[in-house]
């Protein structure tokens, strides 16, 4: 497969300017990215790394960071996380507190921002040093040592987090968080600030392509069958109120954050981060939906 001529296609037939949508200003710091940008990265597991546009320039992974931290949780808590985060599609914003309420305080999966506080608070509990473990722990899945926080961004999401705060405080009340409810957001709010390029990205969404394996080390984090949960995670519940959209359009595992990336996979095959701010109304990047969406129609190459 010619990917680098697929890039260069998706390349010279979209661009930033034509479309529509916003950086996401709800956390200031993140209004302050130029919005017209772009940059794609393509891993194969059999070899070769194929790119265009802005791919080396570091943004804010925001919710991408949720598929990393059900990760680790799962290493440490095993099948009994299940008890604590359903795995179904909320249908909902991802900030919504409406089901909550009803589903008494059981958030409906862990890729929503209340399935990913209680993953938070259960890594609160497990790690010695939460942040810099969970830093230790990407910085190994990506090969990567400079990968960081943001902490500007780590700190203005704080000041305007009074959604999660809200989350968090009804889920503490259903005795759905065990630990101290600051402790767990400063937690959450910094592993939303790491800031990543497509290229690191998608080396890292290699482990999910590749059965839970890293790929030059061979090591194996995950079971093929943790693995298959998470893929099927991100399926099902990756693109907020927007993953039916996404399964329909692009036919790829993925997750998207609200700082303009999308991760996904090809199981077996590859790993591709597309990155472009403006989002659409729902919070996903409507580039990077788009050039997905040729990616997968021009190779003819979906899960489906
Ligand atoms: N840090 C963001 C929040 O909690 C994450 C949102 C997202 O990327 O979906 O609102």
């Known amino acids: 497969?010619?990917?680098?001529?697929?890039?260069?296609?998706?390349?010279?037939?979209?661009s930033p300017s034509q479309f529509n949508g916003k950086v996401a200003a709800y956390i200031p710091e993140l209004a302050n990215v130029p919005a017209d940008q772009f940059g794609m990265h393509i891993c194969c597991l059999q070899g070769g790394n194929y790119a265009i546009g802005?791919?080396?320039?570091?943004?804010?992974?925001?919710?991408?960071?949720?598929?990393?931290?059900?990760?680790?949780?799962?290493?440490?808590?095993?099948?009994?996380?299940w008890e604590r985060v359903d795995v179904e599609p909320s249908g909902d914003p991802f900030n919504s507190l409406v089901q909550l309420e009803?589903?008494?305080?059981?958030?409906r999966n862990p890729l929503i921002n209340a399935g990913a506080l209680v993953i938070s608070d259960i890594l609160v509990s497990h790690l010695k040093d939460p942040k810099k473990d969970y830093l230790a722990f990407i910085r190994k899945i990506a090969g990567n040592p400079d990968i960081d926080f943001n902490l500007k961004v780590a700190a203005s999401e704080k000041k305007w987090g009074y959604r999660n705060s809200?989350?968090?405080?009804?889920?503490?009340?259903?005795?759905?968080?065990?630990?101290d409810i600051e402790e767990v957001l400063d937690f959450y709010f910094h592993?939303?600030?790491?800031?990543?390029?497509?290229?690191?990205?998608?080396?890292?969404f290699l482990l999910y392509a590749n059965r839970g394996c890293l790929l030059d080390s061979h090591e194996k984090i995950l079971s093929p069958t943790q693995t298959k949960r998470i893929n099927a995670i991100m399926q099902t519940c990756g693109f907020y109120d927007e993953a039916g959209e996404f399964s329909f359009r692009?036919?790829?595992?993925?997750?998207?954050?609200?700082?303009?990336?999308?991760?996904?996979?090809?199981?077996?095959?590859?790993?591709?981060?597309v990155w472009s701010p403006k989002l659409n109304p729902k919070g996903n990047s409507s580039m990077g939906m788009a050039a997905l969406e040729l990616l997968t129609t021009k190779s003819g190459l979906s899960i489906f």
């Open 1 to 14: 497969m010619d990917y680098q001529r697929i890039l260069a296609e998706i390349n010279s037939e979209i």
């Open 54 to 81: 802005a791919q080396t320039t570091p943004f804010s992974i925001q919710s991408i960071s949720k598929v990393f931290s059900l990760t680790l949780a799962l290493l440490y808590e095993g099948t009994a996380l």
């Open 102 to 107: 009803y589903e008494n305080g059981i958030p």
């Open 166 to 179: 809200a989350l968090i405080n009804l889920m503490k009340s259903f005795g759905n968080i065990k630990n």
């Open 191 to 204: 592993k939303c600030s790491i800031e990543m390029s497509c290229q690191a990205l998608a080396q890292t």
């Open 250 to 273: 692009v036919g790829l595992p993925g997750k998207s954050g609200v700082g303009g990336g999308i991760a996904a996979i090809h199981p077996g095959k590859y790993s591709v981060v």
